[in-house]
């Protein structure tokens, strides 16, 4: 099927919403099991003392978790704080929590102690900028001058009473949280859900199934199956396999049947233009080491300008760290979803 389409529907009984690019899965997002907290999720904590060699501090959070929180100055021991989840915690280990607070929308984004009103660079023209310009400060007009606001690439010809609304409820949920900072530790704000958060971040389909069955018809179920297996078939007979450990995910990419002088190259290439879209469906992370095809030394500027344009659309923070001495390349990719094996 040609065209953007976003499917709408349960798997394995949880909530779940996939985004297809001319029939491939280009991403999928699944509602995790009730005991995990993921991104986003709002929490009061009270901060416990510093820990000065890992440069934070733990929080005690509801429920008897704990949280490590990084941006401590100005902040006492004791004290009642309203904290972000921020990414995601390994068993046994704290959560990653952040002071730094955003309330996302479709349309915008208030971000308390960042104060400020942008409009995103997506958005050139001086006309339109003018006027969401003008549209974000009569909205904010009164507010807690430490609430800064963005507005997002999709206000793009959006239509600006539907944008006011937007923000105007976006301001509202901060304040009502902010004002709560005082007590013990509670959860406050749940992290949206699977189809919420389509809506909020894919942009706008093609194709919009939100019945039930989307998921068969649109062949989801057997790409998530799929993804359940570290192989990865390639063209022409190569394939990658994607397997995480503790310690990092391992990328190993094979030239399959094929004895050709190019075979290693063009293997190489094709994986590291797949692996961005792998790891945003597999929910990886963290460190990621690729044992790459045999190839020439000479090819190497090749291999790193593909995986700079393949990871520059991926929309993920990704520190591209270059060659070890053995010839495997890594990088660092942000911890932002729960690992597809374990939602499911």
Not at 25 to 46: C, F, K, M, N, Y
Not at 152 to 172: F, P, V, W
Not at 313 to 327: K, N, Q
């Amino acid at each position: 099927m040609k065209g953007t389409t976003i499917a709408l529907d349960h798997l394995r009984g949880k909530e779940a919403a996939a985004h297809l690019v001319d029939g491939r899965l280009e991403d999928v997002l699944i509602a995790p099991s009730d005991d995990i907290w993921p991104p986003e999720t709002l929490l009061r904590g009270r901060l416990g003392r510093p820990v000065k060699g890992l440069g934070g501090a733990f929080v005690d959070l509801p429920g008897g978790a704990s949280g490590f929180l990084r941006q401590v100055k100005g902040l006492r021991p004791g004290m009642p704080v309203v904290v972000q989840v921020s990414g995601l915690a390994e068993d046994g280990k704290a959560i990653p929590v952040t002071t730094r607070l955003l309330f996302k929308s479709r349309y915008a984004i208030v971000t308390p102690g960042a104060p400020g009103l942008n409009v995103s660079r997506q958005i050139s023209d001086a006309g339109i900028r003018a006027a969401l310009e003008a549209l974000a400060g009569s909205t904010m007009q009164g507010a807690d001058p430490q609430l800064g606001l963005i507005l997002r690439s999709a206000c793009m010809g959006q239509d600006h009473g539907a944008i006011g609304e937007d923000i105007a409820t976006m301001r509202k949920l901060a304040e009502q949280i902010l004002s709560d900072s005082d007590g013990p530790p509670e959860f406050l704000l749940a992290a949206p859900a699977p189809h919420q958060a389509a809506w909020r971040d894919w942009p706008t389909p093609d194709t919009l199934d939100d019945r039930p069955g989307s998921f068969a018809r649109h062949n989801v179920i057997e790409a998530v199956e799929a993804l359940l297996s570290p192989r990865v078939a390639l063209p022409g007979r190569a394939h990658m396999r994607i397997e995480p450990t503790a310690a990092l995910v391992a990328v190993d990419v094979n030239t399959g049947p094929d004895t050709s002088p190019a075979a290693g190259l063009k293997a190489n290439i094709a994986a590291l233009r797949d692996l961005p879209r792998q790891l945003r469906l597999r929910g990886l992370g963290g460190q990621v080491i690729i044992d790459l095809a045999p190839c020439a030394k000479k090819d190497r500027p090749v291999l790193e300008q593909t995986l700079r344009a393949a990871f520059r659309h991926d929309g993920r923070d990704t520190v591209l760290a270059g060659w070890t001495p053995l010839g495997n390349y890594e990088l660092t990719r942000k911890r932002d979803r729960i690992a597809l094996d374990r939602v499911m």
